[in-house]
């Protein structure tokens, strides 16, 4: 096999560095460096061997973990050789105790261990799945959630959360898109910041902080057809646009560590990518924290067809800045004689292992190893699955829930209601509360959703259950039984969806529809006229077009936590009023995908009267449901808004839009409010709209209130043909709304210099 050269040239992506280098915005993150750190970090790296400094860059997997194709447990001799730094997926107050003993009494420089661990929507106290976090549009309430499972990771020994996932997708056949904010860079942003804050607390070094890992850098989400670990081919518009912006967020929030991602970027994958580690992460961007490699991922270099073995993969990611090799055992193993031989610089080495040491120095772990562990786990056993995290749990996942249809006002269903029929195969589907990657979660902990219903109702009704169908079969014996119980009752309420294995990494679909023959039982069971109520229990946008205008009343749970069966209740019966918007947009089928709502027009726009213009024979342009969608059992009026000045100057780019919202129905309620703005003739080609902000506001039956957002440079800004980030004279329309799709608007102009 012919040896390629371990540097990748970067004349091979010096055009996109440079675009991207040229319009970085100027904010810089949090320093957390201190002199003393420094002389720490020096005095320590001085007594260091090689070996030593390649294990601190050492990430074995803990017992019983196994997430990609190499699962190798590292030993208690290699810790006692100082030959691990930190570990993935190890917890429990006890064991960590014992293995951190081990490191700081047993090895010659008593170097702490750090513990790694999957910590992405809760820990034992499982919040909704991300996608159904950020339909909240709740910034302080998805940083909650993030520092509840922040005091429970930290209780169980846990110092490091590989989350949050910031990737934007505009794909829902990935099966990753569960683990993000959706399909939006600006929502995305805010709440990168949100859950970076949450994980991190206020102080790094209080016991109950873990490092937060921005993930999966960068343009994970644009895996060509939506499926997982593919290329990713995008422009450097296109990366610096929709990509990079949440990231930034989570670096200008403080976020420790970065996690690189499975894809390429230009030819180049991710964990060889020097330009965007080194470059622009680190010297553009100013930030000094912890990058760690996805699992096996600087193995991986070698199927890339990048390096031919183990050494030149592990030359490559280190050259590349990827300070920490997750599971492959490359660096410990394979670069001690490389180092030795001069193929990998000295002053590399020490740079990664100086940001490995400098984490551990900001968690406090070298004045007490012991800060996240107990050898009798009590602060185990006191901090977990508390009430308090609990109620949290139950109000996260009651503002997560998208009312997408009521028709006829079926919701809220009455608690006198005196027969009500549960059906479908989550209904009493004890993980589908869960979701994936809730690795600390136990099903014995969830809320099933007939077990809310039962909490709900008690004894006052009769539940009339049937499955009617499996999950994903095309068994249809079931639907005779599911009819039958719908024509005994007063209202049915169906539990439809997917598995939690189906909306998850590995696990791409192609097909968005309702697996199975769930469509149907559902179609069959409204044909009884009862009134009748789907709950969606998924992790990714469905094609449940079939169901519109036949089912009168749609309600997205998501996966909704271990709380979620009390508070789909909660909803259904009206003691709350739903709230949350789609983060993502939802197509009438799979091939509308990629849709969203910051598209571009073309030369052609589409219009029904002109055959040729940009749209389809068999389904409308537009969306089945479009992002920031979201209804209430009340209704809401917008005034057109008014903006502060109808010209501003070049240099006082400063704009305030108000509007004024109403109640104007007989229930009290949240409205998400939203702001898009749209560059109207622009040098460049521009969105036909974009989120620029976003409050929730709470309002009496026939209160009103004014909201006012306030525009700057960054929110009219674009980045011009040489990728200089600027705001052009012209017109600016801004819209104000309840969805992207209905909205109010207004203009000004942006004078000339």
Known sequence: MKHHNPRIPHALLAGLVATLLAGTAAARPPVYATPAEKTFVDALLAKMTVEEKLGQLNQPPGVGNNTGPAAMAGSEDQIRRGEIGSYLGTQGAVLTCRLQRIAVEQSRLGIPLLFGYDVIHGHRTVFPVPLGESASFDPAEVQRAARVAAIEASAHGIHWTYAPMVDISRDPRWGRVVEGAGEDPYLGSVLAAARVRGFQGEDLRAPDAVLATAKHFVAYGAAEAGRDYNVADISERTLHELYLPPFKAAVDAGAQSIMAAFNEIAGVPMHAHQPLIEDLLRKQWGWDGLLVSDYTGVMELMPHGVAADREQAGILGLRAGVDVDMVSQIYVKDLPAAVKAGRIPMAQLDASVRRVLNAKYRLGLFDDPYRSCTDDGARERALTLTPQHRADARRMAQKSLVLLENDNQVLPLSKSVRTLAVIGPLADHRRAMLGNWAVAGREEDAITPL?????????????????????????????????????????????????????????????????????????????????????????????????????????????????????????????????????????????????????????????????????????????????????????????????????????????????????????????????????????????????????????????????TFTLGFDDLAMYDARMRQVVEPGTFTVFVGGSSDRTQQTAFRVAGP
């Open 451 to 707: 077990e809310g219903l039962k909490a709900a109702l008690g004894d006052r009704t009769r539940l009339v259950v049937a499955k009617g169908a499996d999950i994903d079969s095309q068994d249809t014996r079931g639907i005779a039984d599911a009819v039958a119980a719908a024509k005994q009752a007063d209202a049915v309420v169906m539990f439809l969806g997917e598995h939690p294995d189906m909306s998850a990494e590995a696990n791409n679909r192609t097909s968005l529809d309702l697996p199975g023959v769930q469509e149907h039982l559902a179609l069959a069971v409204a044909a009884t006229g009862k009134p009748v109520v789907v709950v969606l229990l998924n992790g990714r946008p469905l094609s449940i077009g079939g169901l519109k205008g036949k089912v009168p009343a749609i309600l997205e749970a998501w996966f909704p936590g271990i709380e979620g069966g009390h508070a789909i209740a909660d909803v259904l019966f009206g003691d709350v009023n739903p709230s949350a918007k789609l983060p993502i947009t939802f197509p009438h089928n799979v091939g509308q995908v990629p849709i969203y709502y910051a598209h571009k027009n073309t030369g052609r726009p589409p219009r029904t009267e002109e055959k040729y213009t940009s749209k389809y024979l068999d389904v409308p342009w537009t969306p089945l449901y479009a992002f920031g969608h979201g209804l209430s059992y009340t209704t809401f009026r917008y005034d057109v808004p008014v903006v502060s000045s109808a010209t501003l100057k070049p240099d006082a780019l400063e704009q305030q839009v108000s509007v004024r919202v109403t109640n104007t129905g007989k229930r009290a309620g949240d409205e998400v409010v939203q702001l898009y703005v749209r560059d109207d003739v622009a040098s460049i080609t521009r969105p036909v709209k974009q989120l620029r902000g976003f409050q929730r506001v709470s309002l009496q039956p026939g209160e009103s209130k004014t909201v």
